[in-house]
Structure formats: C-alpha cells, structure tokens
C-alpha cells in the first residue's frame, strides 16, 4: 500500500514545483506575495531535484519526464548567472564602485570610511542616508578621501549621497516612483571621468515589495529608473529586485548587464543579515546595473556591520 502511494505524492509535490517554474519564465507576477516569493528560485530550483530524484529511483519514466522538464525549466533560469560571461571589450580608465544600504544609518561611520580607506573607491553609494551620517562622515574625513559629492540626506530610510574621486555634478532632482512622493528615491549625478568622458550614475533605493502601498510602488520605482542607451550609465544599489523578477530583467534588457551575472557571480546574496537567524534564507537585491559597452573586472560583495544589506564593490573599464 505504501509503495503505491509514493508515486500520486511524487506528483503531488511535483505540481507546485511546475506552476512556480511556469511563472518564472512566463514572467507573470501577482503582486505582493508572488512578487516576494520568486526571490526565492534558486532555493526553489535546488528543491526541485528532490523529487527527480525520487522518480529515478522508483524507477517511473512519465514522472523522471515530468521532474527533468521542471527542473530543466528552473535550470534555464538560475544557471546562467552562475556562469561568467558576456563581458564587453573595454580599456578606457577604471572605476571602482562601492554602493552600500546603511539600514537608516545605523552603521557606524567610522566603519564605513574605514571601508573607503581600505577598499579605495573610486565611486560611494550610499542609501538610508540621514544629516547625523553626512555630519559624521565628514568630520571623520571622508570629504578628504572623496572631495566630489552630490547628497541628499534624508531621515530613516529617505536619503542618498554620491562621492566621489572624480569631478561630480548633479543630474536633475531625485528619481521617485510616480504617484509615490514617499516612497524612497533614486539619486542621479554626473562624474567626468579621467581623459574627460562623462558617465551618468544613479544610487538606486527601490521600493521593496511589502504590504500597503509599498506594493504598487514596487514596480514602478524599477520603472522609473532610466533605460540604457546615450551616455554610458551605472546604477548601483537596493533594487529590492532579484533577477527572477520580470521589472528587473526589463530593465536590464534595454542595454544594461548586471555585474555580478557577468562575472557569473549571480547567485551572491545580499539581504538580509542583520538580526537574522543564520540560517534565514538570502537573497540577491543588490545590484550593480552598467551599459552594455562597459566591461566589468571584478565583482564582490561585503560585509558591513550593522545594516542587513551586504554591500557590493564592482570593478568597471570603461570604453
């Protein structure tokens, strides 16, 4: 009787396995609790070998057929981006990009220009910026190490700053997420760099999709990001986005990559780990989005204390 049943709940596990590898691809995303779960696809491709597995063992072909068409599905998804590849040929100067989430400034600032001083960016994101870190920051001497800067500091999780090494220039207001005016914003700013080309740069803090109007704002704050194309652009930040939400990838397929996919780093997660059990499953928000025509080096995320986000320190060659 046992033996009977092991193939009906191999199905019955099977199912659910197929519908969230069909969303996947299909690129459907029912808001809220989908457009939260599908972060989630690498776990949910790993799982899928379970029941593969089972069905090789018992031995029955419609079911071995049925799991490695799913599990095939979730692998045309998430293995690319564990892939290198993809890079564009570049050998203009270099830039070094560190874009951190402050989790409302609750990193100490000394930690964070001790980061600066050791990792030496060329280029500092930072979002959940407020007045006390940009005071803080400054008396701590990071004006000195980056004397170029375009801040908007804000209160919680509102505010933004771009430093730099380079010459830096405001590029507009900040990017909000119509009709939000609350939701957080994105940051533009111009940098000139060596031999006098000029790069756009967005500090990118997206909406994350949570209950009330967090929801609709989602969305729209990916929307309201540029689309690549004209001058060579590089956002760097929160996304609140994975690379199996379909808003992210439409992004990107205007003429952006993604670094840690082109280094086939795809799969390093970033939030959260802060006040999380350990085993708390991860998930890639952060991201370092450039023009097609720019060549990335080197991607690595880090450590810091105090904020659930790593963050991501990228290494690009410009054309």
């Known amino acids: 009787m046992r033996g009977r049943l092991v193939v009906p709940l191999c199905w019955l596990v099977l199912v659910p396995f197929a ?6 691809l299909a690129g459907w995303e ?3 609790v989908w457009s939260q779960l599908v972060s989630f696809t690498p776990y949910a491709a790993a799982a899928s070998l379970l029941p593969l597995l089972v069905a090789l063992l018992i031995r029955n072909g419609p079911l071995v057929v049925a799991a490695l068409l799913v599990t095939g599905a979730f692998a045309v998804a998430v293995l690319p981006r ?4 993809g890079n564009a040929e570049a050998g203009g100067p270099v830039l070094r990009v560190l874009a951190v989430n402050l989790l409302h400034s609750s990193v100490l600032p000394e930690d964070l220009v001790d980061v600066v001083r050791r990792e030496r960016p060329d280029v500092l994101h930072l979002l959940e910026f407020t007045f006390l870190m940009r005071e803080r920051v400054e008396e701590l001497g990071l004006s000195r190490l980056m004397p170029y800067e375009v801040a908007v500091p804000g209160s919680d999780s509102e505010g933004a700053a771009i430093y730099s090494r380079y010459p830096l220039r405001p590029a507009g207001t900040q990017i909000a997420a119509p009709p939000f005016a609350e939701s957080p914003r994105h940051l533009p700013a111009v940098l000139t760099a060596p031999g006098g080309r000029e790069v756009d740069l967005v500090a990118v803090h997206a909406c994350a999709p949570s209950e009330g109007w967090r929801t609709a704002c989602w969305a729209s704050s990916i929307r309201a ?7 060579l652009r590089v956002l760097a930040g929160d996304f609140n986005s994975t690379l199996d939400h379909a808003v992210l990838r439409e992004l990107i397929a205007t003429g952006y990559r993604d670094a840690a996919d082109v280094t086939g780093k795809g799969l390093s997660m ?7 059990p350990r085993l708390f499953p991860k998930v ?3 991201h370092v989005l450039l023009d097609k025509r720019i060549a990335v080096r080197d991607f690595q995320t880090l450590r810091m204390p105090r904020t659930d986000h790593r963050a991501t320190l990228t290494e690009l060659v410009l054309p």
């Open 19 to 24: 519908g969230w590898a069909g969303l996947r």
């Open 30 to 32: 029912p808001k809220f």
């Open 82 to 85: 564990a892939v290198p590849g």
């Open 225 to 231: 990001l540029p689309p690549a194309g004209g001058r």
């Open 270 to 276: 970033t939030w959260p780990y802060y006040q999380q």
């Open 284 to 286: 890639a928000i952060d």
